[in-house]
C-alpha cells in the first residue's frame, strides 16, 4: 500500500505574508510602554531611600548603562533583523544549547514581568477603587473584598486575558492608546511640577537637594543596582524585530528613541520629586523611606493637591497596562521564535489562520502568567530573579555583539559607534550590576538557577535532538553561520583511487562549505618491504599520482583543500589516528566496493574507534553530486542520522532544485490508521531537515529490504543511515548491504559521532 503526498515545510511561516507591520512609531511604543512609567513609580522611592537627591546620578548612570546596552542590541537587531530578541542573537553566534538556555531565562523573564505588572495594575486598581469607594461613601468603610488577595488576583488575571485576546486578533495587541495616554499625563505632571520649581527660590532648591549624596558612593551603586531594571523595555523591541518595517533604520531609531523619552521622563520628573514634591519638615530620605512605594503619589499630591493624586494613579493604571502589553507581546514572540528552532515545541509555533498571529505562543504565555499569579508565593524573589536574569542577559549581548562585529564579513547597517569600547565598558556595567543584584537578592540567583536546570532536563529529554536537526539545517542553507559561530569543521578525505577524487571533493564540499570550513585530503603511503637507493618505490609514486590527480579535481571544483601525506603499515589505523590528532568534525570515505566481508569489517572498525561523523560515498565513475536530482531518503523514523543527513540536504537544496522522497516501510499488518499516523509523523519529520516541498512515502511490505532496493534504482542517490548499538559499536547491517549489492547506484552511508 502505498500513501504519497507532498509536504511543504512550515518552519520559515512568517506572522503575515511580509510579516512586517510595526513602522517607526508602533516599535517606538514598544518601547516605551514596557519602559515608562512602571519603574519609576515603583522603584523611585528605594532610589531616593538609598541615596537622597543622588537618585538623579544614580537613575542618569543608569540611563548611560542602558545607552551602551541600547547601542550594541540596535547593531544586533539591524544585523539580525527577526524576532526573539536575545535568543535570536545567540542562536546566530553560539551554539544551539546555549542559545536554548539563554532564550529559555528570558522567556521566564520576560512572563515574570508581565505578571509583576499585572498585579502593579491589580494594585493601583484597588487603591484607586477603594479612594473612590471613599469620595462617593464618606461614611462608610470600604468593602473588605476589595482589599482580599483574591481580587487583585483576578484583576491581574482579567487584564492579562484581555491583553492576550487582543494580541490574538491583533498583531498591535491594543496597547498603543495606553501608552501615548500614560505619556501625557507624566508630561502633564512634569510640567506642573516645573512650574511650581520655576516660583521656588534658589536657596529652598540648594537646601532640597544637599546633602547630595548622603549615604557615599556607597549608597549611589545601591540605587543604581535596585533600579537599573526601571531602564529596561527597549530590548523587548528586538524580540518583534521580524515585524518592524525597514528593520535597517527603525530597529536603531525606536530603541534609542524609547530611552531617550524614558530619561527624558524619569530625570525630570526625579528633580521635581525631590525639590517641590518633599512634605514640609521632612528630607527626601525620610519621605522615601517611610513610603517607598507610594513616594511619587505623595511628592505630586504635595505640589497639585488631590487632582495630583488622581494623575498618578491614571499614569500608574496605564503604565503597569503598557508595560504588562510590552511584555507579553516579546514573550510570545520569543516562544513562537524558540519553537520554530525546536527549542520549543513545535505546536507553540502555528499562525491562526484568520487573525495571523502567533495564538497558540500568546496562549502559553497567557497561561504561565496565570499560573504564576495563581501559584507562586514569593513574587518578590521572582521579580529580582528577572531582574538578574535581564542584567545577565544584557551583558551577553555586549559580548555577542562584539563576537558578531569581529566575525562578520559584511558592516552591520547600524554601527555602534567607538567600537569596542562600548561593549566591553557595557557588559562589565551590566555584570556589576548583576553581581549585586545576585548579592543583594540570593534568593533571585537560586530561582533562577532553578528555572534554568529545569530547561536543562527538558531540553536533553524533548528538544535537543529535533532542535539540532534544524540547526543543522540552519548551517547548511546559510553558511555564514558557522563563521558567526567561529566554527571553521574540518573533513578528512582520504584518497586512494583518483578516479573519485572529484566524486569525493563534491561531497566534502556539501559536509562544510568553502571558504567557512576545511577539507583535508589524506594520502597513507604504505613503506616498501624493500627500497633501492636512487629508484623512487612505487607505493611514492602512487601517492603522487593520487595527490595531483585529487588537487586537479579540487582546482576544477573552485576548491583549495588542504593535503597530508603520511606513511603507515596499516592504513586504517592511520585513518583514525589522523582523524583524532587533527579533531575532524567529519571522515568521509570512498568504496567501490562496500559488500566485501572483509572491508565492511574494517570500515566498522574505523567508525567504531573515531569520534566524528562518517560518510561513506559509493559511486560509479564519473558520478558528481551536484548531478543529482532525484534523492531517495529511507528512515526508520527513529532520527538516528537526521542532524548529518540534514547537513546534506541543506547544502543539496542551497545549491540546486532537487526532488527528494521520504520513505518509511512498515510491517504489512500495519493498518490504514497507523499508515497515516506514520505519514504525518514523517512528514513533521522531514519538514524539520529540508527547507522545500518533499514527497512522502509509507508503505507496507514483509520485504522493505526488497522495496528500497526497487525505490533506488529510480533514483540518482539514495541515503541510508548506518546501524549503531552503543557509541562504540557500529554496523553496516543487513539492510544496508541488501541495498548495495542489488542496486548499482551512488549510494551515501551516514554514521553519525558519538
Given at each position: 500500500?502505498?500513501?504519497?503526498s507532498?509536504?511543504?515545510n512550515?518552519a520559515?511561516?512568517e506572522?503575515?505574508s511580509?510579516?512586517?507591520?510595526?513602522?517607526l512609531?508602533?516599535a517606538?511604543?514598544?518601547g516605551?510602554?514596557?519602559?515608562?512609567?512602571?519603574g519609576?513609580?515603583?522603584l523611585a522611592?528605594?532610589?531616593?531611600?538609598?541615596?537622597g537627591?543622588?537618585?538623579?546620578?544614580?537613575?542618569?548612570?543608569?540611563?548611560?548603562?542602558?545607552?551602551l546596552t541600547a547601542?550594541?542590541?540596535?547593531?544586533?537587531?539591524?544585523?539580525?533583523?527577526?524576532?526573539?530578541?536575545?535568543?535570536?542573537?545567540?542562536r546566530?553566534v553560539?551554539p544551539?544549547q546555549?542559545?536554548?538556555?539563554?532564550?529559555?531565562?528570558?522567556w521566564?523573564?520576560?512572563?515574570?514581568?508581565?505578571?509583576?505588572?499585572?498585579?502593579?495594575f491589580?494594585?493601583f486598581?484597588?487603591?484607586?477603587?477603594?479612594s473612590?469607594?471613599?469620595i462617593?461613601?464618606?461614611?462608610h468603610?470600604?468593602?473588605?473584598?476589595?482589599?482580599?488577595?483574591?481580587?487583585?488576583?483576578?484583576?491581574?488575571?482579567?487584564?492579562?486575558?484581555?491583553?492576550?485576546?487582543s494580541?490574538?486578533?491583533s498583531n498591535?495587541?491594543g496597547?498603543?492608546?495606553a501608552?501615548?495616554?500614560?505619556?501625557i499625563?507624566?508630561?502633564v505632571?512634569i510640567?506642573?511640577?516645573?512650574?511650581?520649581?520655576?516660583?521656588?527660590?534658589?536657596a529652598?532648591?540648594?537646601?532640597?537637594?544637599?546633602?547630595f549624596?548622603?549615604?557615599?558612593?556607597?549608597?549611589l551603586?545601591?540605587?543604581?543596582?535596585?533600579?537599573?531594571?526601571?531602564?529596561?523595555?527597549?530590548?523587548?523591541?528586538?524580540a518583534?524585530?521580524?515585524?518592524?518595517?525597514?528593520?535597517?533604520?527603525?530597529?536603531?531609531?525606536?530603541?534609542?528613541?524609547?530611552?531617550?523619552?524614558?530619561?527624558?521622563?524619569?530625570?525630570?520628573?526625579l528633580?521635581?520629586i525631590?525639590?517641590?514634591?518633599?512634605?514640609?519638615?521632612?528630607s527626601?530620605?525620610?519621605m522615601?523611606?517611610?513610603?517607598?512605594?507610594?513616594v511619587?503619589?505623595l511628592?505630586?499630591?504635595?505640589?497639585?493637591?488631590?487632582a495630583?493624586?488622581?494623575?498618578?494613579?491614571?499614569?500608574a493604571?496605564?503604565?503597569?497596562l503598557?508595560?504588562?502589553h510590552a511584555?507579553?507581546?516579546?514573550?510570545?514572540?520569543?516562544?513562537q521564535?524558540?519553537?520554530?528552532?525546536r527549542?520549543?515545541?513545535?505546536l507553540?509555533?502555528r499562525?491562526h489562520?484568520r487573525?495571523?498571529?502567533?495564538?497558540?505562543?500568546i496562549?502559553l504565555?497567557?497561561l504561565?502568567?496565570a499560573?504564576?499569579?495563581l501559584?507562586?508565593?514569593?513574587?518578590?524573589?521572582?521579580?529580582?530573579?528577572a531582574?538578574l536574569?535581564?542584567?545577565?542577559?544584557?551583558?551577553?549581548v555586549?559580548?555577542?555583539?562584539f563576537?558578531?562585529r569581529?566575525?562578520?564579513?559584511?558592516?552591520?547597517p547600524?554601527?555602534t559607534?567607538?567600537?569596542?569600547?562600548v561593549?566591553?565598558?557595557?557588559?562589565?556595567?551590566?555584570?556589576?550590576l548583576?553581581?549585586f543584584?545576585g548579592?543583594?537578592?540570593?534568593a533571585?540567583?537560586?530561582?533562577?538557577?532553578i528555572?534554568?536546570?529545569?530547561?536543562?532536563?527538558?531540553?536533553?529529554?524533548l528538544f535537543?535532538?529535533?532542535?539540532?536537526?534544524?540547526d543543522?539545517v540552519a548551517?547548511?542553507?546559510?553558511?555564514?553561520l558557522?563563521?558567526?559561530r567561529?566554527?571553521?569543521?574540518?573533513?578528512l578525505?582520504p584518497?586512494?583511487?583518483?578516479?573519485?577524487a572529484?566524486?569525493?571533493?563534491?561531497?566534502?564540499?556539501?559536509?562544510?562549505?568553502?571558504?567557512?570550513?576545511?577539507?583535508?585530503l589524506l594520502?597513507?603511503v604504505?613503506?616498501?618491504?624493500?627500497?633501492?637507493?636512487?629508484t623512487?618505490?612505487p607505493?611514492l609514486l602512487?601517492?603522487q599520482y593520487v595527490?595531483r590527480?585529487?588537487?586537479?579535481?579540487?582546482?576544477?571544483a573552485g576548491?583549495?583543500p588542504e593535503?597530508?601525506?603520511?606513511?603507515a603499515l596499516?592504513p586504517?589505523?592511520?585513518?583514525a589516528?589522523v582523524s583524532?590528532?587533527?579533531?575532524?568534525e567529519s571522515?568521509?570515505?570512498?568504496?567501490?566496493?562496500v559488500?566485501?566481508?572483509a572491508i565492511?569489517?574494517?570500515?566498522?572498525?574505523?567508525?567504531?574507534?573515531?569520534?566524528c561523523?562518517?560518510?561513506?560515498l559509493r559511486?560509479?565513475?564519473?558520478?558528481?553530486?551536484?548531478q543529482?536530482?532525484r534523492?531517495?531518503?529511507?528512515?526508520?523514523?527513529?532520527g538516528?542520522?537526521?542532524?548529518?543527513?540534514?547537513r546534506?540536504?541543506?547544502?543539496?537544496?542551497r545549491?540546486?532544485?532537487?526532488?527528494i522522497?521520504f520513505?518509511q516501510?512498515?510491517?504489512?499488518?500495519a493498518?490504514?490508521?497507523t499508515?497515516?499516523?506514520?505519514?504525518?509523523?514523517l512528514?513533521?519529520?522531514?519538514?524539520?531537515?529540508?527547507?522545500?516541498?518533499v514527497?512522502?512515502?509509507?508503505?507496507?511490505?514483509?520485504a522493505?529490504a526488497?522495496?528500497?532496493t526497487?525505490?533506488?534504482?529510480r533514483?540518482?542517490?539514495?541515503?541510508?543511515?548506518?546501524?549503531r548499538f552503543?557509541?562504540?559499536?557500529?554496523?553496516?547491517?543487513?539492510?544496508?548491504?541488501?541495498?548495495?549489492?542489488h542496486?548499482?547506484g551512488?549510494?551515501?552511508?551516514?554514521?553519525?559521532?558519538g
Amino acid at each position: 500500500m502505498i500513501d504519497r503526498s507532498a509536504v511543504p515545510n512550515t518552519a520559515a511561516t512568517e506572522i503575515a505574508s511580509d510579516g512586517r507591520h510595526l513602522g517607526l512609531a508602533r516599535a517606538t511604543g514598544i518601547g516605551v510602554g514596557a519602559i515608562v512609567g512602571g519603574g519609576i513609580l515603583a522603584l523611585a522611592g528605594v532610589a531616593f531611600a538609598a541615596t537622597g537627591p543622588g537618585a538623579l546620578l544614580a537613575f542618569a548612570l543608569n540611563g548611560l548603562i542602558a545607552l551602551l546596552t541600547a547601542l550594541s542590541f540596535a547593531e544586533l537587531a539591524t544585523t539580525f533583523p527577526e524576532s526573539g530578541g536575545t535568543y535570536t542573537f545567540a542562536r546566530k553566534v553560539l551554539p544551539v544549547q546555549t542559545a536554548f538556555a539563554v532564550g529559555w531565562v528570558v522567556w521566564f523573564a520576560s512572563i515574570v514581568a508581565a505578571v509583576l505588572y499585572a498585579l502593579g495594575f491589580a494594585a493601583f486598581a484597588v487603591v484607586a477603587a477603594q479612594s473612590l469607594w471613599d469620595i462617593v461613601y464618606d461614611a462608610h468603610a470600604s468593602p473588605t473584598w476589595l482589599a482580599a488577595s483574591w481580587t487583585a488576583t483576578g484583576l491581574a488575571i482579567a487584564a492579562t486575558t484581555l491583553y492576550a485576546l487582543s494580541l490574538i486578533r491583533s498583531n498591535a495587541g491594543g496597547g498603543q492608546w495606553a501608552t501615548v495616554g500614560k505619556v501625557i499625563v507624566f508630561a502633564v505632571l512634569i510640567a506642573l511640577g516645573a512650574w511650581a520649581l520655576a516660583g521656588r527660590a534658589p536657596a529652598d532648591i540648594s537646601r532640597a537637594m544637599s546633602p547630595f549624596l548622603p549615604s557615599g558612593l556607597l549608597g549611589l551603586f545601591q540605587a543604581m543596582g535596585y533600579t537599573f531594571i526601571a531602564l529596561q523595555g527597549f530590548d523587548l523591541i528586538a524580540a518583534v524585530g521580524g515585524e518592524v518595517r525597514a528593520p535597517e533604520r527603525n530597529l536603531s531609531r525606536a530603541m534609542l528613541l524609547s530611552l531617550g523619552i524614558a530619561l527624558g521622563v524619569y530625570l525630570p520628573l526625579l528633580l521635581i520629586i525631590a525639590t517641590v514634591g518633599v512634605t514640609p519638615g521632612q528630607s527626601i530620605v525620610t519621605m522615601s523611606t517611610d513610603n517607598p512605594e507610594t513616594v511619587v503619589a505623595l511628592a505630586v499630591q504635595n505640589y497639585l493637591g488631590s487632582a495630583g493624586f488622581w494623575l498618578v494613579m491614571v499614569a500608574a493604571i496605564l503604565s503597569m497596562l503598557s508595560a504588562l502589553h510590552a511584555n507579553l507581546l516579546a514573550a510570545s514572540r520569543m516562544a513562537q521564535t524558540m519553537a520554530r528552532d525546536r527549542t520549543l515545541p513545535h505546536l507553540i509555533e502555528r499562525i491562526h489562520q484568520r487573525f495571523m498571529t502567533p495564538a497558540p505562543a500568546i496562549i502559553l504565555c497567557t497561561l504561565l502568567v496565570a499560573v504564576i499569579l495563581l501559584c507562586l508565593g514569593n513574587l518578590a524573589a521572582a521579580g529580582a530573579a528577572a531582574s538578574l536574569i535581564f542584567l545577565v542577559s544584557f551583558a551577553l549581548v555586549h559580548w555577542i555583539a562584539f563576537q558578531a562585529r569581529s566575525r562578520s564579513r559584511q558592516p552591520p547597517p547600524f554601527r555602534t559607534p567607538f567600537f569596542p569600547l562600548v561593549p566591553i565598558c557595557g557588559g562589565i556595567a551590566c555584570l556589576a550590576l548583576a553581581l549585586f543584584q545576585g548579592i543583594a537578592v540570593p534568593a533571585a540567583g537560586l530561582l533562577a538557577s532553578i528555572w534554568l536546570a529545569a530547561g536543562g532536563i527538558l531540553y536533553s529529554a524533548l528538544f535537543g535532538h529535533r532542535a539540532g536537526v534544524v540547526d543543522a539545517v540552519a548551517e547548511a542553507t546559510d553558511p555564514n553561520l558557522m563563521q558567526l559561530r567561529g566554527r571553521s569543521p574540518l573533513v578528512l578525505v582520504p584518497i586512494a583511487n583518483p578516479a573519485n577524487a572529484a566524486a569525493m571533493i563534491g561531497v566534502a564540499n556539501a559536509l562544510t562549505p568553502p571558504g567557512v570550513g576545511r577539507v583535508l585530503l589524506l594520502t597513507v603511503v604504505t613503506p616498501p618491504e624493500a627500497w633501492h637507493p636512487g629508484t623512487d618505490p612505487p607505493q611514492l609514486l602512487d601517492a603522487q599520482y593520487v595527490l595531483r590527480e585529487s588537487l586537479a579535481a579540487s582546482f576544477a571544483a573552485g576548491l583549495a583543500p588542504e593535503a597530508l601525506t603520511t606513511v603507515a603499515l596499516q592504513p586504517w589505523e592511520e585513518i583514525a589516528r589522523v582523524s583524532q590528532l587533527h579533531r575532524c568534525e567529519s571522515l568521509l570515505l570512498g568504496l567501490s566496493d562496500v559488500t566485501s566481508d572483509a572491508i565492511a569489517l574494517q570500515m566498522e572498525d574505523l567508525m567504531s574507534h573515531v569520534d566524528c561523523d562518517v560518510v561513506v560515498l559509493r559511486a560509479p565513475p564519473g558520478w558528481q553530486l551536484d548531478q543529482v536530482q532525484r534523492i531517495l531518503v529511507p528512515t526508520g523514523g527513529r532520527g538516528g542520522h537526521d542532524q548529518l543527513r540534514a547537513r546534506l540536504l541543506g547544502h543539496l537544496c542551497r545549491t540546486g532544485q532537487r526532488d527528494i522522497t521520504f520513505l518509511q516501510v512498515l510491517p504489512k499488518q500495519a493498518s490504514a490508521q497507523t499508515l497515516q499516523r506514520t505519514q504525518s509523523a514523517l512528514a513533521a519529520f522531514a519538514a524539520d531537515e529540508v527547507l522545500v516541498p518533499v514527497n512522502i512515502e509509507v508503505l507496507a511490505s514483509e520485504a522493505p529490504a526488497d522495496i528500497i532496493t526497487r525505490h533506488a534504482a529510480r533514483n540518482d542517490l539514495t541515503i541510508l543511515g548506518l546501524q549503531r548499538f552503543h557509541r562504540r559499536r557500529k554496523v553496516f547491517g543487513e539492510m544496508v548491504l541488501h541495498v548495495a549489492r542489488h542496486t548499482p547506484g551512488p549510494l551515501l552511508l551516514l554514521s553519525r559521532r558519538g
